[in-house]
């Protein structure tokens, strides 16, 4: 048998169902269940702060990782399972399903942001040759693409082996490294470099002098004897990173992680333990924070490959990143490729053709003619083997290549790469290089228009004081400088060409970059110049004509698991479902995510306290019918202090007189500066819509009273307002506290809803967000839903606001069925500007 049914009967035979209390009882209890109604207002702006920071940062383009992400899902969770409490409380036991909802989602969300350690299973060691696209995750990406390569006719790899993520996995675990890490990093801010730095350097040391277990150590000894056994010479070892998720096409991590190179059997434990705690190099750790990896995924592993005594060496694009159709780029020099890639040597480049017979189309008259004897000789072996790679893998590759002694061929490495097309010069560009050209450079890394201020970095304590939006100005690219870029507007460097591991860390994030441009780090910090990467031009100032044809950035966690995640999380976090309490499905068995929780707890926590009259036979905390001549009814139930003493508690009735709560004082006064002008006129279309949205409320029924269009309520003590309106089809809630600490004071405004279609709702919203960015709110819009907050001011500043969002609440009213009308925005834009600062200028 149902309460509600035995309540019934018990009233037919006679049985009061209203529990008999004393008045101090009755105190008591009231303040118990204010004291859990303000903590559970607390816990739900806790909540959608949280919500809030989660979806600005997945939709304004930062970089943020899965500690972000964890930690705010926890203060999510943690305020909304008080919130279910402290309802629970109030509610005397009532709404226990939530913690069944609750707990499930949470559930679901666990299995989004909760990743252990991949687990890694397979051998310890593989040859080189074996090592192909189907061992991807014993190999890494980088063994794996070139062990397949190795496979291909005409394709020539060096000797080698790799140590497997199985082995390193192994390693971790044997020295208990795992947990270690996660406690050096847990409280590290990605944002503060010299934080950062120092956390990465510890890690690193801790890996460095952890030991190789015995049996890993013996066979790693053995795997080096065996490839000396079958050179049958002596071996050096190019000792190289191959970690998941290194090498594809979202993310080359070009330069970020540690080669050992010349590495003989003494130095083979050092040099392979020296690659693993790369993974956690700052420079790294940043990449993968602004890429969006997952921490827990990146497992290294380690490629051991025989040195190639190399007489030239380069890199190949199988694909011209210039965009010129149908050519492929060799940049090339003297010995091995580690200048080129470092941008520390200077690199010589030819374009060939990417048909057969391969022919030269240009070449930098740089070129030696030894040089260019030689590489006419052996472009065509480069270029026959980059197309043979594309083909194999289906994408353009960057390919690094070394000819040794004996004029063989050997492929070091192949990746897909992202080709960025070169604009020509413009007339527009052409004109601005005769006016204000400070500096012209040979190179473009990657093409674009940026502008900002020059900031020279001549060291790494230099590192620690790069302002953001500054021009990124170096001697030489070199990859240590790439967790610069996620603060720089744009690069140009002194040496390096397009080959270089920094210049395809800034294609990839979209930054511009100049290279070759001898004299830039001579120029002053500070300088406002603007840089046309497109056209390797540096002018004077700030060139509008250039930089409104600039392309907005790639956002270079696009497509990233830590992004994927991100949306999943707030799939489960952020929709909001129930909107109409008076709808039948506004129940707890219906909430569908975190925010339909903390809707339903902060509406029915409310009715708590209006219903406190009807429950107990004690009127004071019953909602009082407020005496005005408005046109809509206005109830105010007192919390704690906010009528005047003496007021009669019997009364269902209070004059504003009778209300001390200077939160509501000010709202209140806003609402009456100016008298409402009644409904906009709409159009037949946007009475179209109002009828339509009149057959989904079912509170609309003329046979049944309807909470669209009765109470409104004030909950009021003499801090503290929070005002519930609803307004037809849309809702509107005011919450402020203001007392006499700065640091506890706030003024939030949740706004959502209307009669009108969706773009007209929008509209609407846009409104309220022009006139309250105005006014200094922080504002957060979701369609038709808006939410402003302004806190820690002065209680002046803060009275002003409620003023400002009272007169907003009664003047937008139905104006959204106007919206889409030419010239309704900015007459009400207008007109609602100039009456608030009339309003507050009264005051003053």
Same mark, same amino acid.
């Given at each position: 048998m149902t309460n509600s049914l035995l309540g019934r009967i018990k009233s037919l035979l006679g049985f009061s169902t209203v529990p008999q209390l004393s008045l101090e009882e009755l105190q008591r209890l009231f303040t118990e269940k204010y004291c859990n109604f303000r903590e559970l207002l607390t816990a739900n702006n806790n909540a959608l702060e949280a919500m809030a920071q989660m979806e600005n940062a997945l939709h304004d383009g930062r970089a943020f990782s899965m500690a972000f992400i964890r930690s705010n899902a926890t203060v999510i969770s943690v305020n909304i399972y008080k919130m279910i409490q402290c309802l629970v409380t109030m509610a005397d036991g009532r709404y226990g399903m939530l913690e069944e909802r609750f707990a499930d989602i949470q559930q679901q969300l666990d299995n989004i942001i909760n990743h252990d350690v991949i687990k890694v299973e397979g051998r310890w060691f593989l040859p080189l040759h074996e090592a192909t696209r189907e061992l991807v995750d014993l190999a890494g990406e980088k063994m794996a693409n070139l062990g397949e390569a190795g496979s291909l006719a005409g394709i020539r790899i060096p000797p080698g082996f790799v140590v497997t993520g199985s082995a390193t996995r192994y390693f971790f675990q044997q020295n208990n490294l795992y947990p270690a890490i996660n406690r050096i990093f847990q409280q590290t801010d990605p944002s503060n470099m010299e934080d950062l730095h120092e956390r990465s350097n510890e890690v690193q040391s801790l890996i460095k002098r952890a030991p190789l277990p015995i049996d890993l150590e013996k066979q790693l000894y053995n795997q080096f004897d065996q490839l000396v056994q079958k050179s049958k010479t002596p071996v050096k070892l190019a000792v190289r990173s191959s970690a998941l998720g290194e090498d594809t096409r979202q993310a080359s991590f070009a330069g970020l992680y540690h080669t050992e190179l010349h590495v003989d059997r003494d130095d083979l434990i050092y040099s392979y333990k020296s690659v693993l705690a790369s993974t956690y190099s700052s420079r790294a750790m940043i990449y993968r924070l602004t890429?969006?990896?997952?921490?827990?995924?990146?497992?290294?592993?380690? *490629?051991?490959?025989?040195?190639?005594?190399?007489?030239?060496?380069?890199?190949?694009?199988?694909?011209?990143?210039? *965009?010129?159709?149908?050519?492929?780029?060799?940049?090339?020099?003297?010995?091995?490729?580690?200048?080129?890639?470092?941008?520390?040597?200077?690199?010589?480049?030819?374009?060939?053709?990417?048909? $057969?017979?391969?022919?030269?189309?240009?070449?930098?008259?740089?070129?030696?003619?030894?040089?260019?004897?030689?590489?006419?000789?052996? $472009?065509?072996?480069?270029?026959?083997?980059a197309m043979i790679l594309e083909n194999h893998f289906g994408t353009p590759q960057d390919i690094e290549w070394s000819i040794n002694k004996e004029g063989l061929l050997y492929i070091l490495q192949s990746r897909p790469i992202s080709v960025a097309g070169k604009k020509e010069r413009d007339e527009v560009g052409k004109r601005a290089v005769n006016e204000h050209c400070l500096l012209q450079g040979e190179v473009t890394g990657c093409a674009g228009t940026a502008s900002g201020p020059v900031f020279v970095v001549r060291s790494n304590l230099d590192v620690l004081r790069i302002p953001k939006h500054s021009v990124l100005v170096v001697e030489h690219p070199l990859p240590q400088w790439a967790p610069l870029l996620r603060k720089a507007t744009?690069?140009?460097?002194?040496?390096?060409?397009?080959?270089?591991?920094?210049?395809?860390? $800034?294609?990839?994030?979209?930054?511009?970059?100049?290279?070759?441009?001898?004299?830039?780090?001579?120029?002053?910090?500070?300088?406002?110049?603007?840089?046309?990467?497109?056209?390797?031009?540096?002018?004077?100032?700030?060139? !509008?004509?250039?930089?409104?044809?600039?392309?907005?950035?790639?956002?270079?966690?696009?497509?990233?698991?830590?992004?994927?995640?991100?949306?999943?999380?707030?799939? %489960?976090?952020?929709?909001?479902?129930?909107?109409?309490?008076?709808?039948?499905?506004?129940?707890?068995?219906?909430?569908? +995510?975190?925010?339909?929780?903390?809707?339903?707890?902060?509406?029915? +926590?409310?009715? !708590?306290?209006?219903?406190?009259?009807?429950?107990?036979?004690?009127?004071?905390?019953?909602?009082?019918?407020?005496?005005?001549?408005?046109? %809509? !009814?206005?109830?105010?139930?007192? %919390?704690?202090?906010?009528?005047?003493?003496?007021?009669?508690?019997?009364?269902?009735?209070?004059?504003?007189?009778?209300?001390?709560?200077?939160?509501?004082?000010?709202?209140?006064?806003?609402?009456?500066?100016?008298?409402?002008?009644?409904?906009?006129?709409?159009?037949?279309?946007?009475?179209?819509?109002?009828?339509?949205?009149?057959? =989904?409320?079912? *509170?609309?029924?003329?046979?049944?009273?309807?909470?669209?269009?009765?109470?409104?309520?004030?909950?009021?003590? =003499?801090?503290?307002?929070?005002?519930?309106?609803?307004?037809?089809?849309?809702?509107?809630?005011?919450? $402020?506290?203001? +007392?006499?600490?700065?640091?506890?004071?706030?003024?939030?405004? =949740?706004?959502?809803?209307?009669?009108?279609?969706?773009?007209?709702?929008?509209?609407?919203?846009?409104?309220?967000?022009?006139?309250?960015?105005?006014?200094?709110?922080?504002?957060?819009?979701?369609?038709?839903?808006?939410?402003? =907050?302004?806190?820690?001011?002065?209680?002046?500043?803060?009275?002003?606001?409620?003023?400002?969002?009272?007169?907003?609440?009664?003047?937008?009213?139905?104006?959204?069925?106007?919206?889409?009308?030419?010239?309704?925005?900015?007459?009400?834009?207008?007109?609602?500007?100039?009456?608030?600062?009339?309003?507050?200028?009264? !005051?003053?």
């Open positions: 890429k969006g990896f997952i921490h827990e995924e990146t497992i290294m592993c380690v *490629g051991c490959l025989a040195m190639i005594d190399a007489v030239m060496s380069g890199v190949c694009y199988s694909q011209s990143i210039s *965009g010129r159709p149908g050519a492929m780029d060799i940049f090339f020099s003297a010995g091995s490729a580690k200048g080129i890639v470092d941008g520390t040597k200077d690199t010589q480049h030819y374009l060939v053709a990417r048909r $057969a017979p391969y022919g030269t189309i240009r070449q930098t008259a740089e070129s030696s003619p030894a040089d260019a004897r030689l590489m006419d000789e052996w $472009a065509k072996d480069i270029a026959t083997a744009a690069l140009v460097a002194e040496t390096g060409s397009e080959a270089g591991h920094l210049a395809t860390i $800034a294609r990839e994030f979209g930054v511009p970059a100049i290279l070759s441009a001898k004299g830039a780090t001579k120029l002053v910090n500070g300088q406002i110049v603007t840089i046309d990467a497109t056209n390797q031009t540096i002018y004077k100032g700030r060139v !509008e004509a250039l930089l409104q044809h600039d392309q907005p950035k790639n956002n270079p966690m696009d497509g990233s698991p830590v992004q994927k995640a991100m949306i999943d999380a707030l799939q %489960l976090i952020s929709p909001l479902h129930l909107t109409d309490p008076t709808s039948p499905y506004f129940r707890s068995s219906c909430c569908q +995510s975190l925010h339909d929780i903390t809707r339903f707890c902060h509406e029915k +926590s409310v009715v !708590e306290m209006f219903d406190f009259g009807k429950r107990y036979t004690f009127k004071k905390g019953a909602a009082k019918r407020l005496v005005d001549n408005m046109p %809509l !009814e206005w109830w105010v139930i007192n %919390l704690a202090d906010g009528f005047i003493e003496g007021f009669d508690s019997g009364s269902n009735y209070i004059n504003i007189s009778e209300i001390i709560s200077s939160p509501m004082l000010a709202i209140w006064e806003g609402m009456h500066a100016y008298g409402w002008a009644g409904p906009p006129q709409a159009s037949m279309r946007g009475m179209g819509s109002l009828f339509f949205q009149s057959t =989904r409320q079912p *509170g609309i029924d003329p046979a049944v009273p309807s909470a669209m269009v009765q109470k409104n309520y004030f909950l009021v003590s =003499r801090n503290y307002c929070n005002l519930s309106v609803r307004l037809g089809y849309h809702y509107a809630m005011v919450e $402020a506290y203001i +007392s006499s600490l700065r640091t506890e004071r706030y003024v939030t405004f =949740r706004f959502k809803g209307g009669a009108a279609d969706e773009s007209k709702r929008v509209g609407r919203v846009e409104l309220l967000a022009a006139v309250l960015e105005h006014y200094d709110f922080r504002i957060e819009k979701a369609g038709d839903a808006l939410t402003a =907050r302004v806190e820690k001011r002065s209680q002046a500043f803060l009275f002003n606001r409620l003023k400002i969002l009272g007169y907003l609440t009664i003047h937008t009213r139905q104006i959204d069925m106007v919206m889409d009308a030419p010239g309704q925005y900015k007459r009400y834009l207008d007109k609602f500007l100039l009456d608030i600062e009339e309003m507050i200028a009264n !005051e003053k």
